[in-house]
């Protein structure tokens, strides 16, 4: 505030030794510097809204091709949550009913009867074999989305960074440009 009131001071003093023809060559400058000055400024209002809004409308449309990508990883997560659960649950049941026929075992499995009614943590993984194959199918697709979600967005950041900076450091000179204009004119 001091130095406003310094600069403030000064012009009435400049202004107090003038005669009257140099007051009005002096408004006359001012009025048309500041005719350029408001020229310039709308110029950089229109620029940044145009070519800000632009520039920036690609990486809109990038962002959401990357959400879309997160919205199907979400919902092949839910779905892989729920279908585990279905299976946790029916190999648990299965299990206190003892009722081995319906574990459908594979025929191949070299693990006694005696040995799967014995140790539940066999059992549950032994049973089932096809539905436990669908889960893991389900983790593997889940598993793909989100390595493509985390792929996508490190390319982008990657990316972006570096035109966000160049496309604002010439935003930054192309302002410089139109203010020096305005000040030379000055």
């Given at each position: 505030?001091?130095?406003?009131?310094?600069?403030?001071?000064?012009?009435?003093e400049?202004?107090?030794?003038?005669?009257?023809?140099?007051?009005?060559?002096?408004?006359?400058?001012?009025?048309?510097?500041?005719?350029?000055?408001?020229?310039?400024c709308?110029?950089?209002?229109?620029?940044?809204?145009?070519?800000?809004?632009?520039?920036f409308?690609f990486?809109?449309?990038?962002?959401?091709?990357?959400?879309?990508l997160?919205?199907?990883?979400?919902?092949?997560?839910?779905?892989?949550?729920?279908?585990?659960?279905?299976?946790?649950?029916?190999?648990?049941?299965?299990?206190?009913?003892?009722?081995?026929?319906?574990?459908?075992?594979?025929?191949?499995?070299?693990?006694?009867?005696?040995?799967?009614?014995?140790?539940?943590?066999?059992?549950?993984?032994?049973?089932?074999?096809?539905?436990?194959?669908?889960?893991?199918?389900?983790?593997?697709?889940?598993?793909?989305?989100?390595?493509?979600?985390?792929?996508?967005?490190?390319?982008?950041?990657?990316?972006?960074?570096?035109?966000?900076?160049?496309?604002?450091?010439?935003?930054?000179?192309?302002?410089?440009?139109?203010?020096?204009?305005?000040?030379?004119?000055?």
């Open positions: 505030m001091q130095r406003i009131g310094q600069v403030h001071a000064r012009i009435g400049v202004y107090g030794k003038m005669n009257e023809g140099q007051t009005a060559d002096v408004f006359e400058t001012l009025s048309q510097s500041f005719k350029k000055i408001h020229t310039s709308s110029v950089l209002k229109k620029s940044a809204v145009k070519d800000h809004a632009k520039f409308q990486y809109k449309y990038e962002l959401n091709s990357i959400e879309e997160l919205q199907k990883c979400m919902e092949r997560k839910s779905e892989l949550v729920q279908t585990e659960k279905r299976l946790r649950q029916k190999k648990e049941s299965l299990y206190s009913q003892q009722l081995v026929a319906k574990w459908k075992i594979d025929p191949n499995c070299k693990i006694t009867i005696d040995v799967l009614l014995k140790n539940k943590a066999v059992a549950l993984r032994e049973m089932l074999p096809d539905e436990t194959k669908e889960c893991n199918h389900l983790r593997i697709v889940y598993g793909y989305y989100c390595n493509k979600v985390k792929e996508e967005f490190m390319r982008t950041s990657k990316n972006d960074e570096t035109d966000i900076k160049a496309h604002c450091l010439q935003m930054a000179k192309s302002n410089c440009n139109i203010f020096e204009d305005v000040f030379i004119f000055i």
